[in-house]
């Protein structure tokens, strides 16, 4: 049970142990997914004294009479609007105006009581205040969630282009005062080099927009007839220069014809990312295996390699952003640590998910699941 702190100011003593006995025995659940809200309370008879109150330890709820003796409420509710304190404050008064309740609204009033009041109507008002201050608080701590994401993307974003950077100014530097001498061959090989370092932040960037256009929701998606058995074959075409250099046998097991109705830059780019990483993380001598079956719901591909493979934690951070896993065998594999946070959110765009079952020294299978309703897909007979 949460605990929120109330502040009553009243001069009148009656009043303020009434209102305190209710609140000692009243508790609140703002909404069926929170815990329920109960109240410390504290009492003050004047403004000066619930000021020093509120200076030794601000409450979350202030209910606060307009008349009082000495400074008025009005003037303990500017003090704690001055002071920037996250204190939700209800106006209580027999005296109200439009010109009062104009003012405290200015002040930082969040609502206003009306004496006399019952029981049953100071717990209303609680209520109210404390679903605003419950909402209030998510919000600020969702605020807060995103500067954290922000800050960490940029943080690793910055480590990611560094070494790049770093590398290619190197490569310039030794080009700029002639310590590569004047062989072609040297002078080519440091291009090339700087040249691979650049494409690899090319790469990058390109990456992050597309994850940022899906999270976004301003991804444009355009479903068309396809078939999907083409376009593996075509992933499969791209890497298969990559794949006779190491002797890594590449194999696709599928129908004749996979016709469906989907997005073909993200088909592709599930395909792409998926065989492009079987090669990179095989041993030379192994194997590909691309497998496309239809299912009930839709679609199961399955792209399976005799590489490197995975420990269960390695496995169990695979699909997270910007996240390599680094180790003596992947220390030398470049990549920018998107590819299969992409894949997962393309397949759940896509009305599924993607898993991986992994063995170190033995290899691993990526599974992705495609939907036939919830991603707008369809398979043709």
Do not use: W
């Amino acid at each position: 049970m949460d605990t929120l702190r109330v502040l009553v100011v009243d001069d009148e003593t009656g009043m303020r142990l009434a209102m305190e006995r209710v609140l000692r025995t009243f508790s609140v659940r703002p909404g069926d997914d929170d815990a329920t809200v109960s109240f410390e309370v504290q009492t003050a008879e004047t403004g000066e004294e619930a000021l020093e109150r509120i200076a030794e330890s601000a409450p979350d709820i202030l209910l606060l009479d307009l008349k009082l003796p000495g400074i008025s409420g009005l003037d303990v509710l500017r003090q704690v609007n001055e002071r920037g304190l996250p204190t939700l404050t209800v106006m209580i008064t027999a005296y109200a105006t439009l010109e009062t309740a104009i003012d405290a609204t200015k002040q930082g009033a969040h609502d206003f009581l009306p004496k006399p009041f019952t029981p049953e109507e100071l717990r209303v008002a609680m209520r109210r205040v404390v679903r605003h201050l419950v909402v209030q608080r998510q919000a600020r701590r969702l605020a807060e969630e995103k500067r954290q994401v922000r800050f960490q993307f940029i943080s690793v974003l910055g480590h990611e282009l560094k070494a790049p950077l770093a590398a290619i100014e190197g490569f310039l530097q030794i080009l700029k005062d002639g310590s590569a001498g004047t062989d072609p061959a040297v002078i080519q090989q440091i291009i090339d080099r700087a040249l691979t370092r650049a494409g690899g932040m090319r790469r990058l960037i390109a990456e992050l927009l597309d994850l940022t256009r899906i999270e976004s929701g301003q991804k444009r998606r355009e479903f068309t007839g396809l078939d999907v058995r083409e376009v593996a074959q075509a992933a499969l075409d791209g890497v298969a220069a990559a794949a006779a250099q190491r002797k890594i046998a590449l194999a696709l097991h599928a129908p004749d014809r996979m016709p469906i109705v989907a997005d073909r830059g993200e088909i592709e780019i599930l395909f792409n990312n998926l065989v492009s990483n079987a090669v990179k993380y095989n041993r030379d001598g192994g194997r590909v295996d691309v497998t496309i079956e239809p299912t009930g719901a839709g679609l199961r591909l399955e792209v399976c390699d005799t590489g490197i493979g995975l420990s269960p934690e390695e496995a169990s951070r695979l699909f997270q952003e910007f996240v390599r896993i680094r180790n003596d065998k992947t220390r030398t594999i470049p990549g920018t640590g998107l590819g299969l946070s992409i894949v997962k959110k393309l397949a759940q765009l896509n009305g599924g998910d993607v898993t991986v079952q992994s063995e170190p020294n033995v290899g691993s299978r990526f599974t992705v699941t495609l939907g036939l309703k919830t991603g707008g897909m369809t398979v043709e007979n």
